[in-house]
């Protein structure tokens, strides 16, 4: 179901209505594993040099599972972080602040992020993608405006177990990359992650957009990959990427992060014109 983002286009004050629609919630333990390997690796280095170590896990669902697991895990990039989950549904919050302890807080709200402080990552996984593509662009500034220096939004799209999964990373200023991330063995090519790209793409796959064109390209290069299956799916996938970064496409990590299934390319090369 599709909803209408209501009055995303001005910030609102505290005090006023959360922006935004109660969503359906659902979520499964470990599903965000693959984005916050992500967040705590090669994107770490913005939480230690965060003055305020402020994380959102923004519209966490029914459950404050996933919230939890990123709290542990970036605990152990920094010891001090504060990690907030916020939801727009009352009954989710009351039942999450069982789990609250040092550093783990839930709260209601929405899109206008209800915290003190400016946080250095926001998390809004299979969230945008239940509004209208209209309304992103309007979302993405806001939650945008409330970022630390330096800080990310993510917004991302996973399936039910965390098998595909993609997300774009926005700066205070501009979207910075759109990452993939899949589980081998759960496709025959990589293109089929395209039923989980974010809301801003999922209806750009089309002849004659840039993420279409970037698709067809990783089937090309998988395709072309085909004699290194005999290797392994890990050696195949760090092959199509090669090929990739050999032919221009402007990929932002190397083999370490290949070989885990991933790929990231700057967000200039696949955004809608």
């Given at each position: 179901?599709?909803?209408?983002?209501?009055?995303?286009?001005s910030?609102?004050?505290?005090?006023?209505?959360?922006?935004?629609?109660?969503?359906r919630?659902?979520?499964?333990?470990?599903?965000?594993?693959?984005?916050?390997?992500?967040?705590?690796?090669?994107?770490?280095?913005?939480?230690?040099?965060?003055?305020?170590?402020?994380?959102?896990?923004?519209?966490?669902?029914?459950?404050?599972?996933?919230?939890?697991?990123?709290?542990?895990?970036?605990?152990?990039?920094?010891?001090?972080?504060?990690v907030?989950?916020?939801?727009?549904?009352?009954?989710?919050?009351?039942?999450?602040?069982?789990?609250?302890r040092?550093?783990?807080?839930?709260?209601?709200?929405g899109?206008?992020?209800?915290?003190?402080?400016?946080?250095?990552?926001?998390?809004?996984?299979?969230?945008?993608?239940?509004?209208?593509?209209?309304?992103?662009?309007?979302?993405?500034?806001?939650v945008?405006s409330r970022?630390?220096?330096?800080?990310?939004?993510?917004?991302?799209?996973?399936?039910e177990?965390?098998?595909?999964?993609?997300?774009?990373?926005?700066?205070?200023?501009?979207?910075?990359?759109?990452?993939?991330?899949?589980?081998?063995?759960?496709?025959?090519?990589?293109?089929e992650v395209?039923?989980?790209l974010?809301?801003?793409l999922?209806h750009?796959?089309?002849?004659?957009?840039?993420?279409h064109?970037?698709?067809?390209?990783?089937d090309?290069?998988?395709?072309?990959?085909?004699?290194l299956?005999?290797?392994?799916?890990r050696?195949?996938?760090?092959?199509?990427?090669?090929?990739?970064?050999d032919?221009?496409?402007?990929?932002?990590?190397?083999?370490?992060?290949?070989?885990?299934?991933?790929?990231?390319?700057?967000?200039?090369?696949?955004?809608?014109?």
């Amino acid at each position: 179901m599709v909803q209408k983002a209501e009055r995303v286009g001005s910030p609102r004050s505290r005090g006023g209505k959360p922006v935004g629609n109660i969503t359906r919630g659902t979520t499964n333990p470990n599903r965000m594993r693959r984005l916050d390997r992500w967040l705590a690796g090669p994107q770490a280095w913005r939480l230690r040099a965060a003055v305020d170590p402020l994380v959102v896990d923004l519209g966490y669902g029914a459950s404050p599972t996933t919230a939890v697991e990123l709290f542990e895990r970036l605990r152990a990039v920094r010891a001090d972080v504060r990690v907030c989950g916020i939801e727009i549904e009352p009954d989710r919050v009351r039942s999450a602040r069982a789990l609250e302890r040092p550093g783990l807080s839930f709260h209601l709200g929405g899109f206008e992020l209800p915290v003190a402080g400016s946080p250095v990552l926001v998390r809004a996984f299979n969230v945008l993608r239940q509004y209208e593509e209209a309304d992103v662009q309007g979302i993405w500034s806001l939650v945008q405006s409330r970022l630390a220096p330096g800080g990310l939004f993510i917004d991302g799209t996973s399936d039910e177990i965390g098998r595909r999964v993609t997300w774009v990373a926005l700066g205070p200023e501009r979207p910075l990359s759109l990452s993939f991330s899949v589980r081998f063995g759960s496709f025959e090519l990589p293109s089929e992650v395209a039923e989980r790209l974010p809301k801003a793409l999922i209806h750009r796959n089309v002849p004659g957009e840039p993420i279409h064109a970037f698709l067809q390209a990783m089937d090309k290069a998988w395709l072309d990959a085909a004699p290194l299956a005999s290797f392994g799916n890990r050696q195949r996938w760090t092959g199509m990427c090669r090929s990739l970064h050999d032919a221009g496409w402007p990929l932002q990590d190397g083999p370490a992060r290949w070989r885990l299934g991933e790929l990231t390319v700057a967000w200039e090369a696949v955004a809608p014109r």
